[in-house]
C-alpha cells in the first residue's frame, strides 16, 4: 500500500504542476507564468507558452534557460513588464532586481490566428553591466555614418598627393561634432590583388548635422608620395568609423534610471 500512495502522490504532484493557469491571449499572464516557471524550477510551466512545447530547442537556448534557473531564487519579484515591437517581430521583457543588481529575462513572442501567444529565445542580461559597459565603450555608430567618396588632386607627375578629403553621410538622427575614422587606401589592378599603401586615422570637430552631407580633410595625404602613377582605376578606398561625440544616451542607462525609480516609488 506504501508504494500504491507514493506512486499517486507523484502523479498529484506532476498533475498540479501542468494544471498552472495560463490566459495564453493575455501577454501579462505569459509574463507572470515565465516567473513562476522560474520560481517554483518547474519546466512544464514554461512548456505550456514555449514554441512547440519547447521541443525543438537549440543547445543555445538550453544554455541560456538553464543559466536564467540557476539566476533565479524564490524571492525574486517583477519589477517591470514591457512589450515593445521591432518590424517584425514582438518582444516581452521582465524586469527584476537582485542584490544592487537590476537585470532584465527577455522574450520575443508571436500569436497565432486565435491571439494565443507562444515565446521562445529566452534571454538574461545584467543591465547595470550593460551601461557601464555602454559608458566605457566609443560611440561607433558604423551603420548610421555612409562613407560615400573620396576625393584628392595630385602633382603635375601625378605620384603624389597634394590633398584628399572624404565625404560622409550623417544617418544618426543626431548632430554630431566629432568623428574619428581610419582612411585605407590600396593600390592595384583590382581590390583583390591590391595592396595597402596608406593607413591613417582622422579626427575632425567640424560638425555634421543629421541627414547632412559632409566632407572632412585627409591631413596625411598631403604631400604624401604614393610612388605610381595615381588615377581612379588604379586606386581603392575604404573607410572605418572609430568614434563619433556626442555619445547619446544607451538604452541599457536609460532603463537603469528607470528601474530605480521604480523601485523608489513601490517603496514609499
Not at 24 to 33: D, E, F, G, Q
Not at 94 to 120: C, H, P, Q, V
Not at 139 to 161: A, L
Request: net charge positive; charged share 25%; aromatic share 14%.
Amino acid at each position: 500500500m506504501k508504494k500504491i500512495f507514493f506512486f499517486l502522490g507523484i502523479v498529484l504532484i506532476g498533475l498540479s504542476s501542468c494544471q498552472y493557469n495560463i490566459d495564453k491571449t493575455n501577454i501579462y499572464s505569459v509574463a507572470k507564468a515565465i516567473h513562476e516557471s522560474f520560481v517554483q524550477k518547474d519546466t512544464t510551466i514554461l512548456r505550456q507558452i514555449f514554441k512547440h512545447h519547447m521541443d525543438s530547442i537549440s543547445n543555445d537556448q538550453r544554455d541560456r534557460i538553464k543559466e536564467i534557473q540557476k539566476f533565479y531564487n524564490p524571492k525574486l519579484k517583477i519589477i517591470k513588464i514591457d512589450t515593445s515591437s521591432f518590424l517584425w517581430f514582438h518582444v516581452l521583457d521582465l524586469f527584476t532586481k537582485k542584490g544592487s543588481n537590476f537585470y532584465r529575462i527577455r522574450a520575443n513572442y508571436e500569436r497565432d490566428s486565435l491571439g494565443e501567444i507562444s515565446i521562445d529565445d529566452l534571454e538574461l542580461s545584467n543591465i547595470n553591466e550593460e551601461c557601464e559597459h555602454y559608458k566605457n565603450t566609443p560611440y561607433c555608430p558604423s551603420s548610421q555614418i555612409e562613407f560615400k567618396s573620396i576625393r584628392w588632386t595630385t602633382d603635375y607627375y601625378g605620384k603624389t598627393f597634394k590633398s584628399g578629403e572624404v565625404t560622409l553621410k550623417n544617418n544618426t538622427g543626431q548632430d554630431i561634432n566629432y568623428i574619428k575614422f581610419r582612411v585605407i587606401l590600396r593600390n592595384g589592378n583590382s581590390y583583390w590583388n591590391s595592396k595597402t599603401f596608406f593607413n591613417q586615422t582622422v579626427e575632425s570637430y567640424k560638425p555634421s548635422y543629421k541627414g547632412d552631407i559632409s566632407t572632412y580633410r585627409i591631413p596625411g595625404m598631403e604631400n604624401y608620395y604614393a610612388g605610381f602613377k595615381i588615377h581612379k582605376d588604379n586606386l581603392y578606398f575604404n573607410a572605418v568609423l572609430i568614434e563619433v561625440l556626442p555619445k547619446p544616451k544607451s538604452y541599457w542607462c536609460n532603463k537603469l534610471e528607470e528601474l530605480k525609480k521604480e523601485v523608489i516609488s513601490k517603496s514609499e
